[in-house]
C-alpha cells in the first residue's frame, strides 16, 4: 500500500490525496462543516463494505459467480458528540439469486476475511447479514 498525504483545506474541509495514483477524495465534518463531502466516518464505512466486497471477488471468479449487482450497506450505531465513538457496525451484504450452499460458504468466508473489518476492536459489535433473494 502506498502513503495518503491529508491535507487540511480550511472551513472544516479535508483533501486525502494518493500521489502514486494521482487520485484524490474531499471530506468534511458533518457537524460543523457545510456537509457537502463524505465524512471521515463515511468514509471508513465505504472502506470496510469495499473491503469486503473485493475480499469476495477472487473467490467469486473461481466460482463462476457475478457480483456486479451485489451491494452492501453499513449502518453505524456511535456515540454522540463531543467524543464520538464506534459502538456497533452492523453490516447487510444483498447477495445475487441461485448460489449454491458450498458457494455461499465460501463467499462469506471471503468477505469475513477483510482486514478492515478485522481490524476493529472487540468492544465495537460486529454484525454481518448476507440477504440471499431465493
Same mark, same amino acid.
Given at each position: 500500500? &502506498?502513503? #495518503?498525504?491529508?491535507?487540511?483545506? &480550511?472551513?472544516?474541509?479535508?483533501?486525502?490525496?494518493?500521489? %502514486?495514483?494521482?487520485?484524490? +477524495?474531499?471530506?468534511?465534518?458533518?457537524?460543523? &462543516?457545510?456537509?457537502?463531502?463524505?465524512?471521515?466516518?463515511?468514509?471508513? /464505512?465505504?472502506? #470496510?463494505? &469495499?473491503? $469486503?466486497?473485493?475480499?469476495?471477488?477472487?473467490?467469486? %471468479? =473461481?466460482?463462476?459467480?457475478?457480483? =456486479?449487482? +451485489?451491494?452492501?450497506?453499513?449502518?453505524?450505531?456511535?456515540?454522540?458528540?463531543?467524543?464520538?465513538?464506534? =459502538?456497533?457496525?452492523?453490516?447487510?451484504?444483498?447477495?445475487?439469486?441461485?448460489?449454491?450452499?458450498?458457494?455461499?460458504?465460501? #463467499? /462469506?468466508?471471503?468477505?469475513?476475511?477483510?482486514?478492515?473489518?478485522?481490524?476493529?476492536?472487540?468492544?465495537?459489535? $460486529?454484525? +454481518?447479514?448476507?440477504?440471499?433473494?431465493?
Amino acid at each position: 500500500m &502506498g502513503t #495518503l498525504t491529508i491535507t487540511y483545506d &480550511g472551513d472544516q474541509h479535508c483533501t486525502a490525496t494518493d500521489p %502514486a495514483k494521482n487520485r484524490s +477524495v474531499a471530506m468534511d465534518c458533518p457537524y460543523t &462543516g457545510k456537509g457537502e463531502e463524505l465524512s471521515p466516518g463515511d468514509l471508513l /464505512q465505504a472502506a #470496510l463494505a &469495499g473491503c $469486503m466486497l473485493i475480499a469476495m471477488g477472487p473467490t467469486a %471468479a =473461481r466460482e463462476g459467480v457475478d457480483l =456486479r449487482d +451485489v451491494t452492501v450497506s453499513v449502518v453505524v450505531d456511535s456515540a454522540p458528540p463531543p467524543r464520538i465513538a464506534y =459502538r456497533a457496525i452492523t453490516v447487510r451484504v444483498r447477495m445475487p439469486p441461485g448460489l449454491t450452499d458450498l458457494q455461499r460458504r465460501k #463467499l /462469506q468466508r471471503a468477505a469475513e476475511s477483510c482486514p478492515i473489518k478485522n481490524s476493529f476492536r472487540e468492544t465495537i459489535t $460486529m454484525r +454481518v447479514d448476507f440477504d440471499y433473494p431465493d
